[in-house]
């Protein structure tokens, strides 16, 4: 027993002088000289330490940009040397928590600051017309004090050294900007980088804590999360408005005459050369046509192969646009880069792409689901793409045909909707509470009209209705624009609220008093069974008719001049018919557009005819959504013109909800004593009554078009009334029976 107890004493005694040893308490001098890791200058090291600090034992925290500002070459591999010597990869390990400044975003929110652009600094046009998209947007700020992103005024979109437009001593003069601060809170576009014969993607300047918004990016040096994967669109692409898609309605069953088409170089050396020059296996010249040639470069006979001959021959009989519209399928190999002009093409076309690229990060992969609108292919099976494309059921043909479509309207067709939509992907980043959901994104009306400040809520939206199953509330909000004061219990408004407040529908009804005379006390107006709010216009312009007021509870306005005559029966039969159409105004005063060949003008006429493609907003009804997007969404310069004139705040709100919804108003019930009674309200105050009214209009239109950069309106022979609407039957089978009376 006493042995044992011996034993146990010696045991603990070893055991308390090692671990003595291990933790400072004897100190043995190490056989090696002094190390940077045991200097005591090193972060962490702290004078009356207990702890002792081994060579191997694990460093004190530290946040990694640090670390890399010492010395980011410290223990690397010779690759990984490389690789931080690249301007593409020195914040490799970025992300959007350590390399971007919050704060500056906290003050004035997402706010986007572009340099002055230097004297003497060339700059191509594709990246004028970015910077011009980003002055012209709602994030910009002249101040960069306010600014939450900076953007380069240095173009740094072709960065090939062999590229006439390379901008030389693009690093010193980064580093000069004095903003730049290691790149944090900035933003790089480039569609080219690297050159012959590698192509490699080093920008040739070291872009430090910037994002990059990069076309061709691979998914090994994209940072998820940070970085931006943009298309790669041509100089021509349009600055603003841009070509709608091609497909103007589907046959079933969807296919086309060809079913993969493809026509483009083929590169007989270097990067690039592998998949084009394998495409004659699958090529069968019937269905399947897929076109190459060598002709191109200086040198290409020096190198041409035994096709070469007969691919240009074949290359040359057919059209390209020609198959581009008569092909279900596009195929979209890669070329030196990663990325394709075949890929907007594609989809423009409502071809179906077929991506051939193996290692692209797709463009706005963060937001865009790619396989609802494109087949993602892999370069090493080849052979199977006709196999695969061929087995596609037509029904998800169809529904990849419209995502086409839809994708290229709402984020490629401009060079605006490219730069914006970057933007707002970064807003999302910034502003996480706020940010877009999945089904915002890819859906219509797209992400950069359904904005998430307004709600994040799906269904306070007019469009989400049908997907959420649900409906709009049951009732409307009546706001009557008033501009004249009030002399008369007889007056058309007066007979106006009577008639409205009537309505089985309508919730409230708020007046709008854009009158320069004092308002009217309140006995003055009529006593109804729903509340009636009388508020001022702000500054008394036009366009406070449009403002997102909170006292709007119901997702449906009534929108109404003071000089509208309508009956209840009309007011309740127009909201019945919006209730199906909650993304739509729906109304009764329809206008038309037309194209005057003569003056190169878009003209406006109030002609009678069958063919309309406005209702204007005296007597409409629409979702409240459109007042805040014509409140935040539309620039100061257009509302600003409206005000001015007092006139055609209403084309402007077509032009705006035909923009988002692609869809023509709708017409409801019409009667010719409509028009005529309601011209006959005039007064001095009205603006029917202004000789100079029309021409005005006239000029409106063409106002908004170039702004909008194409024409949205839509045409429409659409008129709905209700049933049995003047059929010879009894009036008691009649829902709505007072309307043909009036």
Known sequence: MQAKKRYLTLFSAGACLILVFCFGGIQVPLARGPSRRDDRSVAGYRPGARWRHFPGSLQPFRRWEHDWSDDPNEHMSPRHKRDANSGLYGGKR????????????????????????????????????????????????????????????????????????????????????????????????????????????????????????????STENFRPGFDV?????????????????????????????????????????????????????VHNLEDVVLLTT?????????????????????????????????????????????????????????CVPVMLSNGWELPFSEIIDWNTAAVIGDERLLLQIPSTVRSIHQDRILSLRHQTQFLWEAYFNSVEKIVLTTLEIIQDRVLRHTSRSNLMWNSLPGGLFTLPQYSTYLGDFPFYYAKLGVKPYTKFTAIVHVVSPLVSQSQPVMKLLVAVAKS??????????????????????????????????????????????????????????????????????????????????????ARSHFWDGNKERWGYTSKWTNDYSMVLTGAAVYHKYYHYLYTTYLPASLKNMVDQMSNCEDILMNFLVSSVSKLPPIKVTQKKQYKETMMGQSSRASRWADPDHFAQRQTCMNKFASWFGTMPLVHSQMRLDPVLFKDQVSILRKKYRDIERL
């Not at 692409?237 to 898609?245: A, L, N």
């Not at 190198?303 to 399928?329: G, I, P, Q, V, W």
């Not at 039969?573 to 739509?584: E, G, H, I, M, N």
């Open 504 to 589: 089985q529908y309508c919730a409230q009804v708020i007046v709008l008093w854009n009158c320069d005379k004092p308002l009217p006390a309140k006995h003055r107006w009529p006593v109804t069974s729903v509340p009636v709010m009388v508020i001022e216009g702000e500054n008394k312009v036009i366009s406070s008719r449009f403002l997102p007021y909170d006292t709007i509870p119901t997702d449906a306005v009534l929108s109404l001049d003071e000089d509208t005559v309508l009956s209840t029966t009309e007011v309740d039969f127009a909201f019945t018919v919006w209730l199906s159409f909650p993304d739509r105004i729906v109304g009764y005063p």
């Open 229 to 281: 994967s943009i298309p790669l669109f041509s100089k021509e692409h349009p600055r603003t408005g841009g070509e709608r898609g091609y497909l103007k309605h589907n046959t079933i069953p969807p296919y086309r005459k060809y079913m993969l088409v493809f026509k483009g170089k083929r590169y007989l050396t270097g990067i690039g050369s592998d998949t084009r020059n394998a495409l004659y296996h």
């Open 294 to 350: 060598c002709k191109h470069g200086k040198d290409w006979q020096k190198h041409k192969d035994a096709r070469c001959d007969k691919d240009n021959t074949e290359y040359d009989k057919y059209d390209y646009r020609e198959m581009l519209y008569n092909s279900t399928f596009c195929l979209v190999p890669r070329g030196r880069r990663l990325g394709s002009f075949r890929f907007l093409e594609a989809l423009q076309a409502a």
């Open 94 to 217: 970025c992300r959007m928590d350590s390399c971007f400044n919050f704060s500056l975003c906290e003050k004035n929110g997402f706010k986007v600051y572009v340099y002055p652009q230097q004297k003497g600094e060339k700059m191509s046009e594709s990246y004028q017309n970015i910077l011009s998209s980003i002055e012209g947007s709602m994030f910009y700020t002249p101040d960069p004090g306010q600014a939450c992103l900076f953007v380069l005024s240095l173009d740094t979109l072709d960065r090939d050294q062999l590229s006439p437009q390379y901008v030389h001593n693009l690093k010193a003069k980064v580093q000069s900007l004095h903003q730049w601060n290691g790149g944090r809170n900035h933003i790089i576009f480039n569609l080219y980088s690297g050159t012959w014969p590698d192509y490699t993607e080093d920008l040739g300047l070291d872009i430090g804590l910037a994002m990059l918004a990069k076309a061709s990016i």
